[in-house]
């Protein structure tokens, strides 16, 4: 939900029961996140599911691109205490979307260490969207190469490689 409501502080949804009662919003989610990760055992790993919601298998918005969860990583490893060591970030990647665009500011992600994850699972309904993908991968190795530490997407994406061309 948090996601939704930096969406309709951003005036991108206006769906009154996401309306956030409070403000400055990033600055708040931050901190409610901060007392919930205190609150946790300093031996667990964490992890953040930045997640656009579930509505009948869709997202209740479409991100326009990866903007607002790379700024949302980069808030949290930034503002956060390091008590626990943040093992990954997950963010969605629309069934449609194998565009440069869509993945462009992920070059202003700060891992620090810890692995992305991006949800593809939705991308491999087709092969057209698989060959979209391995274009992409292309692109990506040829200078751009800030999608390295995306553990779950480079897997994806050689084992989809892999089975589309033997």
């Keep these: 939900m948090e996601v939704g409501v930096l969406e309709y502080d951003a005036n991108r949804l206006k769906d009154p029961y996401l309306e956030p009662y409070f403000s400055p919003v990033k600055a ?20 953040f599911h930045l997640y656009y919601g579930d509505v ?21 490893i930034r503002d956060i205490p390091r008590i626990h060591p943040i093992w990954y970030f997950h963010m969605p990647v629309p069934k449609d979307r194998t565009d440069e665009q869509y993945f462009k500011p992920l070059q202003d ?19 057209a969207r698989r ?15 800030w999608l390295q530490n995306a553990v779950l997407g480079g897997h994806l994406l050689r084992k989809w490689t892999a089975s589309s061309t033997s």
Aim: avoid cysteine; charged fraction near 30%.
């Design 109 to 127: 992600l700060k891992l620090d260490g810890t692995k992305l994850l991006l949800g593809l699972f939705m991308l491999v309904t087709s092969r």
């Design 56 to 76: 009948r298998h869709m997202h209740f918005i479409e991100p326009e691109d990866l903007g607002l969860l790379v700024d949302l990583a980069n808030s949290i």
């Design 28 to 47: 708040k989610i931050l901190e409610r996140w901060t007392r919930l990760v205190a609150a946790v055992d300093p031996d667990v790993e964490m992890g």
């Design 131 to 145: 060959r979209g993908l391995r274009q992409h991968r292309r692109r990506m190795r040829s200078g751009l190469g």
